[in-house]
């Protein structure tokens, strides 16, 4: 996995960026821990959780929105960007969350959702008040077409149009997501003074960075040009949505402008990171311009892994070969599961072993070159929850019955003891979202004092990697190998790691690099500091970090 190799006259390099291949912990805190028994989630139980997170061996939390809000999302509907809704607690336990965290060296990093508000926003009940008052034009409004109906054709993603009538103002508004989520107009100035004093509110409160929420939403095409037809073949949409590319009700290039905003107003916290998730069918180009030349975000991730319904060769091959490193390009960010997309484990497991589908995901995420983004359960091996649909709480879900997943699933409690009520999440009879009870069976307790479990491997890998500065902030070079077989090098400081994957259905014949034959194995998909020399045959379903000493 890492060839050491000594220099002559070693010296001194500028250190890296803290950010720079720094693991992240999302937390979901609506299903991470409740202390005060009401069902929900809370920042309380994310302070009595972040000893777990620090012992895991990660280097910062990713904290999902916890902002005033009434919930019809979840918290991605915010009404008071700096209030902390009371479902999750108070200033002072947030306060203790930055304290604590730092102290066990941890970074805090929290959503950002500039795209959308609440309708229940301050702004958002002064602006649709008429067309006349300071913040008329801080939302998108427009008249309707004489007919009555919307002025474009824009879909929204929840399904239906994404234009609702507003009595008040006589107008229709924009709502990318639900009704009740309007759209700001990000086009005016003062919009943008406004979400970057929020930005400095977290920033002076300690925070050390921003995961910016669904930012390619957060502009339109000022002149509302229909969208064309994506050609999509029916039988594969679950949504209008899905029937459009969508070319002007997002993306637009006015967008970067507002990035280098953002990013000199970061500037002014030194050692602060951003990161933009960025969805689409084509995000690359996005992705690119939104972290280019230092003088935007620092980092983007997209959903090339979070909807793949299978974990290929080529898929990982196409994603890794779109970032080269090369001079002014951004940093990636990945991530295999959130709480936005069907867990990894159920999608990508092919013959019933979920524990190994587990660990292979955590060693192929940890060896990719950017920063991995670990979905809080990820490391129990969590699948996708069972939620029937009188339960379901997801407004998409609900509304795209049966045809997706939805959401609920990936947001089920995290379960802490196996043998406590509600797997130790909560004290309340019932949750906000029912515990799936196949989980309790892999609670963090049993499997902390368990040496072959998912959670110990995760532990071994990730202190391993931290062993390997190749694997942390090192260059990455695709290296051939047989169609099913992923197979790379990480390079840096004087080391090489060799990490290679079989990711198709057979056992593959695999000759590594000349010179390469005689490495030692760090570590499996199955154990940590194996030893020994590579395999001849990688089984199906399996991977290795190697390296190779002299």
């Keep these: 996995m890492a060839t050491v190799m000594a220099d002559a006259a070693p010296t001194a390099k500028p250190a890296l960026a803290w950010w720079r291949g720094a693991v992240i912990y999302q937390i979901y805190p609506r ?27 990660v280097d910062g ?85 004489p007919d009555g109906s919307p002025p474009s054709n824009w879909q929204s993603v929840f399904g239906g149009s994404a234009w609702q009538w507003d009595g008040p103002r006589k107008q229709y508004y924009l709502h990318n997501f639900l009704t009740s989520q309007p759209d700001l107009n990000v086009h005016n100035t003062a919009v943008q003074d ?38 999509l073949p029916m039988e594969l949409v679950t949504r209008p949505f899905d029937m459009q590319v969508k070319q ?11 990035l280098e905003r953002i990013r000199a107003t970061i500037d002014e916290f030194p050692g602060r990171f951003t990161v933009a998730e960025v969805g689409g069918p084509e995000p690359l180009a996005e992705m690119k311009a939104f972290t280019q030349g230092g003088k935007r975000l620092d980092s983007a991730y997209n959903f090339d892994f979070l909807y793949a319904p299978r974990l290929t060769a080529p898929l990982v091959r196409a994603t890794l070969s779109q970032w080269s490193g090369e001079p002014g390009e951004g940093w990636p960010s990945w991530a295999f599961s959130n709480h936005d997309a069907p867990r ?46 009188e339960d379901l709480r997801d407004p998409e879900a609900i509304a795209n019955w049966p045809h997706t997943l939805g959401r609920d699933g990936a947001r089920t409690p995290m379960p802490w003891q196996a043998h406590a009520p509600q797997a130790g999440f909560s004290s309340a009879n019932r949750t906000w979202l029912k515990l799936d009870q196949a989980h309790a069976s892999l609670a963090a307790d049993s499997q902390a004092t368990d ?36 197979a790379f090098l990480r390079s840096g400081d004087g080391e090489t790691v060799l990490c290679a994957f079989n990711l198709g259905d057979t056992t593959c014949r695999w000759n590594p690099p000349a010179g390469w034959e005689a490495a030692e194995t760090l570590a499996t998909d199955s154990l940590v500091g194996k030893g020994g020399a590579l395999p001849q045959l990688l089984a199906h379903g399996t991977g290795y970090w190697a390296v190779q000493k002299g």
């Design 61 to 145: 939390i990713w904290i999902s929105p916890f902002f005033t809000s009434p919930m019809h999302d979840f918290g991605y509907d915010v009404a008071d960007y700096c209030g902390i809704d009371p479902s999750f607690g108070t200033f002072a336990d947030f306060d203790h969350i930055i304290e604590k965290a730092h102290t066990l060296g941890l970074k805090v990093i929290i959503d950002q959702v500039y795209s959308h508000t609440s309708d229940e926003h301050a702004w958002f009940q002064e602006s649709r008040a008429n067309r006349t008052n300071p913040k008329a034009d801080w939302y998108v409004w427009a008249d309707p077409k």
């Design 248 to 258: 002007y009700n997002q993306s637009h290039p006015d967008i970067t402008g507002f």
């Design 451 to 486: 040496p072959c479990s998912t959670l110990s491997y995760a532990r071994q890998i990730l202190a391993l990697r931290r062993k390997f500065p190749a694997l942390v902030s090192g260059d990455i070079t695709l290296i051939d190998a047989p169609d099913d077989i992923v």
């Design 344 to 389: 990894a484990v159920t999608r990508w497991t092919r013959d019933g072993d979920q524990p190994r589908a587990a660990r292979l995901g955590l060693l192929l995420l940890l060896a990719l070159r950017g920063n991995p983004i670990i979905y809080q359960g990820e490391e129990l091996g969590l699948p996708q929850g069972e939620v029937a649909f």
């Design 194 to 231: 406004a979400l970057l004093d929020v930005a400095r509110f977290w920033l002076a409160r300690g925070v050390d960075g921003f995961r910016l929420d669904a930012l390619n939403f957060s502009m339109h095409d000022p002149e509302l040009r229909d969208n064309p037809p994506s050609g």
């Design 31 to 57: 299903s991470f821990r409740d202390t005060n028994g009401d069902g929900i989630g809370d920042l309380a139980g994310i302070a009595q959780g972040l000893d777990y997170i620090a012992e895991l061996g």
